[in-house]
C-alpha cells in the first residue's frame, strides 16, 4: 500500500512525473541534431543572378539586425566562405537564403544545404585586385578583356570579391538578348523531338551569325569580343529556322505550313467563315471546345466544279492557324502490290498524328472513295480496301490529336455515303462558280502583285465573265500579263538596236517608262477566254446540292414550343398521336 503522504503531491499533480522524461534530452544522439542558430540558414535559388547579391526575408534581417546594402560573411562547407551584399525580399521564405549558382559555387554547397550569415562591416576599399581569367573560358575572344568585360562588371558597382573566389562575368556586363517568345515556338514545332529542337536553335544561331558575315573576318582565327557581344537571337531568326527545318519523323513526306493566305482567295466569304469556325477555332480556342464539352468536328468535304479554289481554300486555312499541310494525291495510295495501299494510308495517318495539328488534304477523292462493291476486278479490290482503311482510322483518331481532314472531289455523287456520316466528312461545302462580287475579288486578287494601270476597269471584266471559274479568270490574268511581258522585251530590244545605230540620239531617250499591264492586254487576253465548265455541269452540282440538303433535312424549322403552350403542345405532337395509337407494335412495352 502507498504512501498518502508521499503520493500527495503526486495526485495534485498529475503530470509532474512524465515531465522530467519529456524535457530529458538524449545526449547519444545530441550530435546530429542542427543547432537551433538564427543566422543559419537554408540555400535557395537566386531570382536575379548577380554574383555579388544573396536575398533574405526583411523580419529575418531585423532579427540578425542587418539592413538593405550591408556586407555579410557567408559560410558554407569544407572552410569556403565569401563576402556578399545583402538585400531584402518579401517572397523568400523566413528560413531560407536566395544565392545564384556562382556563390553556391565559391561555398561548396547546393541547394538545400545549410550556411551561415554574420556581419561583415570592415571590409577594406581594394584598389588594386589580381583577377586571373580561367584559360578554357577565353578561348577564341581578342581585344581588350578588361574594357570589354572587367571594367563594365565593377564599374560604379563596389563588389565585395574574397580571395580564391570564382566569379562569372557575362559580356560587357549585359546578358545576351534573348528576345524570343519560346511559347510561340513551342507551339509551332509540331512533332519535333529533343535533336530536332537542338537543330532548331543551331540554325537560328547560324542565322544571326550569317547577318554579321560583313563585320567578321573569315581569315582570322578569333573573334573579337565587342561583334561576339553585339549577337543577338531574336524572333525573326527562329522565324526563319522553322521554314527551313521538318521534324525528324516526318523527313520523308512533304510536311509544309503554305504560304496561301486569305488574301491570295478572292470571294467565297462564307466558306471561309465556315472554314474558319471548323479547323482554326479548334486550334487556336481549345479551351471553348472543353468549356462546351464538345468534340469539334474531324472533316470536310469540298465538292463543286473544278477551278473553284478547294486546294488554295485548304492550303489558306492550314496558313492562317499555322498547322502542318499534308496533301495527297488520291490515285498516289494505289499501288499494284496486295496490302500495301492500305499500308500506305496507315502510314500518312501515322505522319498526320505526329506532326498534329496537322490538316490531311486528299485531293481527288472520289479516285479512292467510290461506293463499295462497284469496283469488279480492281486489282482484287484495292479502292475498296482502301476506302476501309481510311474509314477505320477516321473512327480510330483520338480527339486529342487535332487532325483535319479535307477531302476535295469533283464527282460528290459516286463516293461512298459511308464516308459522309457524322463523325467523318460530315462538313459538306459546296464550293460554287464565283458571282460578279467573288470575280471582282478574283481579279484583283491575281492581280494584286502586279502593276496595272488606271485605265483598266477590272468591274467591267467581272461582269463579262459570266459563268467562268476562278481558274479561267487566273488563266486571263496571267496571259495578259504575259503580253505585256512581251510587249516590254520587244521595247527593249528595240531601244537597244537604236541605241547601237545611233548612240547621240538615244541619250534623252534612256528614260524607260514603267511597265504597265494597259486595257489593250486584257483585250487581247478575252479573245482566248473559255469556260471549263458547261451550263449542264453547272445544273448538275446545284441538283446534287439541293438534294443533299432535303435528304438532311436543312430546310425544316424546329422551334421550341412556349411554356404557356407546354401543356397543348402534346395534343398536337404526331409522335404522341402515334404511340397513342400503336400499341400493339410497341417493343418496349
Not at 543559419?40 to 534581417?61: C, F, G, T, Y
Not at 550591408?70 to 572552410?79: F, Q, S
Not at 559555387?105 to 588594386?128: E, I
Not at 581578342?142 to 562569372?168: C, H
Request: aromatic residues 6%; contains cysteine; hydrophobic residues 35%.
Amino acid at each position: 500500500m502507498a504512501d498518502p503522504g508521499s503520493s500527495g503531491p503526486v495526485i495534485g499533480q498529475p503530470s509532474a512525473p512524465s515531465d522530467p522524461k519529456e524535457n530529458k534530452r538524449d545526449f547519444s544522439t545530441a550530435i546530429l541534431e542542427r543547432k537551433k542558430s538564427p543566422n543559419r540558414l537554408v540555400v535557395d535559388e537566386a531570382i536575379n543572378d548577380d554574383n555579388s547579391v544573396v536575398s533574405m526575408h526583411p523580419s529575418k534581417m531585423d532579427e540578425l539586425q542587418l539592413f538593405r546594402g550591408d556586407t555579410v560573411l557567408v559560410k558554407g562547407k569544407k572552410r569556403k566562405d565569401t563576402i556578399c551584399i545583402v538585400l531584402s525580399d518579401e517572397q523568400c521564405e523566413e528560413p531560407k537564403i536566395r544565392m545564384n549558382k556562382v556563390v553556391r559555387a565559391n561555398l561548396r554547397v547546393r541547394l538545400g544545404d545549410v550556411v551561415s550569415v554574420h556581419q561583415c562591416p570592415d571590409v577594406k576599399y581594394g584598389k588594386r585586385v589580381h583577377i586571373l581569367p580561367v584559360d578554357d573560358t577565353i578561348e577564341g575572344l581578342t581585344g581588350n578583356l578588361f574594357d570589354a568585360y572587367l571594367k563594365p562588371y565593377f564599374l560604379e558597382s563596389y563588389r565585395p570579391v574574397r580571395k580564391g573566389d570564382f566569379f562569372l562575368v557575362r559580356g560587357g556586363m549585359r546578358s545576351v538578348e534573348f528576345k524570343v517568345d519560346l511559347e510561340r515556338v513551342a507551339k509551332d514545332t509540331h512533332g519535333y523531338v529533343g535533336a530536332d529542337l537542338a537543330a532548331l536553335c543551331t540554325e537560328a544561331a547560324l542565322q544571326c551569325i550569317r547577318e554579321k558575315m560583313d563585320v567578321i573576318d573569315l581569315e582570322d582565327e578569333t573573334i573579337d569580343a565587342e561583334i561576339l557581344n553585339s549577337m543577338a537571337v531574336t524572333n525573326e531568326h527562329f522565324q526563319t529556322a522553322l521554314g527551313a527545318s521538318n521534324p525528324s519523323a516526318l523527313r520523308e513526306t512533304v510536311v509544309e505550313v503554305p504560304n496561301v493566305s486569305w488574301q491570295d482567295i478572292g470571294g467565297l466569304d462564307n466558306v471561309k467563315r465556315e472554314l474558319q469556325e471548323t479547323v482554326q477555332y479548334p486550334v487556336e480556342h481549345p479551351e471553348k471546345f472543353e468549356k462546351f464539352g464538345m468534340s469539334p468536328s474531324k472533316g470536310v468535304l469540298f465538292y463543286g466544279p473544278p477551278g473553284c479554289g478547294k486546294t488554295l481554300l485548304a492550303k489558306a486555312i492550314a496558313n492562317e492557324c499555322q498547322a502542318n499541310f499534308l496533301s495527297v494525291k488520291g490515285p498516289e495510295l494505289l499501288t499494284m502490290w496486295f496490302g500495301e495501299s492500305e499500308a500506305n494510308v496507315r502510314e500518312i495517318f501515322d505522319k498526320a498524328r505526329q506532326s498534329a495539328p496537322c490538316v490531311l488534304f486528299f485531293d481527288e477523292l472520289d479516285s479512292i472513295a467510290t461506293q463499295r462493291g462497284g469496283s469488279v476486278g480492281d486489282a482484287g479490290g484495292a479502292a475498296d480496301r482502301v476506302l476501309n482503311q481510311l474509314l477505320t482510322e477516321m473512327d480510330g483518331m483520338t480527339a486529342k490529336k487535332t487532325v483535319f481532314i479535307i477531302g476535295a472531289t469533283n464527282r460528290p455523287d459516286i463516293i461512298d455515303p459511308a464516308l459522309l456520316r457524322p463523325g467523318r466528312l460530315d462538313q459538306l461545302i459546296y464550293i460554287p462558280l464565283p458571282d460578279e462580287a467573288s470575280r471582282l475579288q478574283i481579279f484583283k486578287a491575281c492581280l494584286r502583285k502586279s502593276p496595272v494601270s488606271k485605265d483598266v476597269d477590272l468591274s467591267a471584266l467581272s461582269r463579262y465573265t459570266h459563268g467562268f471559274s476562278g481558274a479561267d479568270i487566273t488563266e486571263i490574268c496571267q496571259r495578259a500579263c504575259k503580253y505585256a511581258i512581251r510587249e516590254n522585251i520587244e521595247k527593249d530590244i528595240e531601244r537597244e538596236k537604236r541605241k547601237s545605230e545611233n548612240p547621240e540620239a538615244m541619250e534623252e531617250d534612256d528614260v524607260d517608262d514603267v511597265p504597265e499591264i494597259k486595257p489593250a492586254h486584257f483585250e487581247e487576253a478575252m479573245k482566248y477566254a473559255r469556260r471549263s465548265v458547261s451550263d449542264a455541269d453547272i445544273r448538275k452540282y446545284q441538283a446534287f446540292a439541293q438534294t443533299l440538303q432535303q435528304s438532311r433535312g436543312l430546310g425544316t424549322e424546329f422551334r421550341f414550343a412556349e411554356r404557356t403552350e407546354a401543356a397543348t403542345a402534346g395534343a398536337s405532337d404526331p409522335f404522341a398521336s402515334a404511340t397513342a395509337g400503336g400499341d400493339d407494335d410497341d417493343l418496349y412495352s
